[in-house]
């Protein structure tokens, strides 16, 4: 299930966790002072979940608040952003996404959408697996859906505050190179039939992330990567290791809100303690 982790973790790798027993330690939001910055904040989010589930707590307002510029894992404010994104999103030869699977996964594709949206796996064949998964998701948690990225862009725009980004898109969907789209069909395929589909396994993520256990969070990554070291050290460490620097010199000059998928603060190579590494006084900010 190799591939699994590329199709949908940039969506969900915040989530899967389990409880910690320091529970007044949890926190998605944690203060960054020291060594030569301004005091900034780093907060954990959940990129899709339903609006009923979706709160911001006082601690991250403020923080937000508190800070003169936003940053967050892509300039969510270019404006070429959204044609970059559909310019690698698309297949661009003659190819078709129906030629990549069996006619029994196709159906259940099919299917799910029609049952969801109202629209077959027709309208999707020309997208890469990667969006089609994104689609799923998006296809079951409805029209009620909300975005810790999006409520945060609407806020530094009422805010007048400046948006930055971490990565680009050109970086983050390079991740997805060398893995075929057989393979990612089949990992999606079984994320909507294995035991529970897409409903329990997203409810168990989200209800997980409420605890705020960033350390649960990480731990619990060696299930969800399925022992791939290689997969969780391209997806999380290595890209945690190449933001702090980039943290550093941001908030030199600013005090900045960092906002980024919770997966990535725990672990020893997780961004708290790699901050720490880098001499910065990292606390967690707990209300």
Known sequence: ?????????????????????????????????????????????????????????????????????????????????????????????????????????????????????????ANFNKMKPFVVSSMVMMAHLGKDMASYEATLVAMAKEGSKDLKGLETVAFQMSMFDGQSYEDQIDDVIKMLTNDGGIGGYFDKMLAVYKTEDVEGLYNSMDEFFEHDKAMQEKLLDERNQNWIPKIGEYSKEQKVFYAVGAGHLGGKQGVVKLLKKAGYTVTPVTE
């Open 1 to 121: 299930m190799k591939t699994f982790k590329t199709t949908i973790a940039l969506a969900v790798i915040c989530l899967l966790a389990t409880v910690s027993s320091v529970a007044q330690e949890n926190s998605l939001l944690y203060k960054v002072e020291g060594n030569g910055i301004k005091t900034s904040y780093v907060f954990g989010t959940f990129h899709m979940l339903p609006k009923a589930d979706f709160i911001l707590k006082d601690k991250v307002k403020n923080a937000f608040d508190a800070s003169d510029l936003v940053v967050m894992e892509l300039d969510m404010d270019d404006p070429n952003m959204q044609t970059e994104m559909m310019g690698v999103s698309m297949i661009e030869t003659e190819d078709s996404l129906q030629n990549h699977m069996t006619a029994e996964e196709y159906k259940i594709l099919d299917d799910y959408f029609t049952a969801k949206i109202g629209v077959g796996m």
